[in-house]
């Protein structure tokens, strides 16, 4: 019996997109007839296998969960495939700066044939359906899996301790704002606040080669290296405050967010792209300026000196993170496929 749903993307233990991919798919096989072509591997032989099984693939039922180089090469196929044969389709949008990223008209073309569209911000739905013209465009916010039952139980935090300990947890390149949260912890630390940083993330080619050198220098910022997926929550939560000063101007809605919330972090966000509407400035944290350590150094400031703020916001974060549980968000967009005519 051949497969009635057919996944193309990146499925991995590793990496945003094939994190989220894999917990997708992972949740429509229990309801799904479903086969995976996961593009991880980015080798020509690889886009070309999945360019081939969009155009003659026997499932007539396909979900393509590809970011920015992903969507412009597969989805004029998605047109063309469709104009061959009808196909029902969803695009999985993933990624952060989607309005700008489209260089092929017929990618725009197959997303207006599509069942549904999915985005990960309201922001993003808006634009696109305002850009493009859509009308068949679903907010599919970013997940993570058992936020519903690690929000069980009672895990107030307690922040009336010093020094206060503030966490950087991403890719450690300078796209990411590493350099601008150095500066702004160096102002923190020297007006003699009691705080203490630590970067964690691998290291990539965009980093300035002398960063980790300049951290040894200091004693209260430190680099400790990856965390694996699995010890991302337990490492959280050891600490009091989660500070996000990305400047990446291809950021979506990053998973370590909607982690950070679910550890009953407050957040201190640069407001790139569609953050300040994943972490309300005042609500469940603080929005800055992106790139600007004076204006990063002032919201550090009001953590360390209103710990109430930061046990309220803690809770805040804890109820705002059940929203990003992975098998409400899912259930959700299954329900929606389901509606128009899926076998899901």
């Not at 499925?11 to 086969?35: C, H, Q, S, W």
């Amino acid at each position: 019996m051949s497969h009635r749903v057919l996944f193309i993307g990146p499925v991995a233990e590793k990496g945003g997109p094939a994190i989220k991919n894999r917990i997708m798919t992972e949740y429509f096989r229990r309801f799904a007839d479903l086969r995976i072509h996961n593009t991880y591997d980015k080798s020509a032989a690889a886009r070309l296998g999945a360019i081939r099984e969009i155009l003659f693939a026997k499932e007539e039922y396909m979900i393509v969960a590809v970011s920015r180089k992903g969507r412009n090469l597969l989805y004029p196929f998605l047109y063309l495939r469709n104009k061959l044969r009808k196909t029902q389709y969803c695009c999985v949008v993933i990624g952060g700066n989607v309005l700008n990223s489209f260089r092929v008209k017929t990618a725009i073309r197959a997303m207006r044939e599509a069942d549904l569209v999915t985005v990960e911000t309201k922001g993003l739905k808006k634009g696109m359906e305002d850009t493009f013209g859509l009308n068949n465009v679903s907010l599919v916010p970013n997940y993570k899996e058992g936020i519903a039952r690690r929000s069980s139980g009672n895990h107030e935090k307690e922040f009336h301790h010093d020094p206060l300990r503030f966490l950087f947890l991403s890719s450690m390149r300078n796209a990411k704002g590493v350099r601008t949260l150095l500066k702004a912890f160096r102002q923190v630390i020297a007006e003699g606040l009691p705080a203490q940083l630590d970067y964690y993330g691998p290291l990539r080619d965009d980093l300035d080669p002398d960063f980790l050198a300049e951290l040894e220098k200091e004693t209260d910022i430190r680099y400790l290296g990856e965390v694996k997926n699995d010890q991302v929550l337990p490492t959280m939560e050891s600490y009091d405050v989660f500070v996000f000063p990305t400047e990446y101007t291809g950021e979506g809605f990053p998973a370590v967010l909607v982690e950070a919330m679910s550890a009953g972090l407050p957040v201190i966000s640069s407001d790139m792209n569609d953050n300040p509407q994943i972490i309300v400035h005042g609500k469940n944290g603080w929005i800055y300026p992106h790139g600007d350590a004076d204006s990063l150094a002032q919201c550090i400031r009001a953590c360390i000196q209103d710990r109430e703020a930061l046990e309220r916001v803690s809770s805040e974060n804890r109820k705002e993170a059940l929203q990003y549980d992975a098998d409400g968000v899912l259930e959700r967009f299954r329900q929606e496929l389901k509606n128009r005519g899926w076998p899901v």
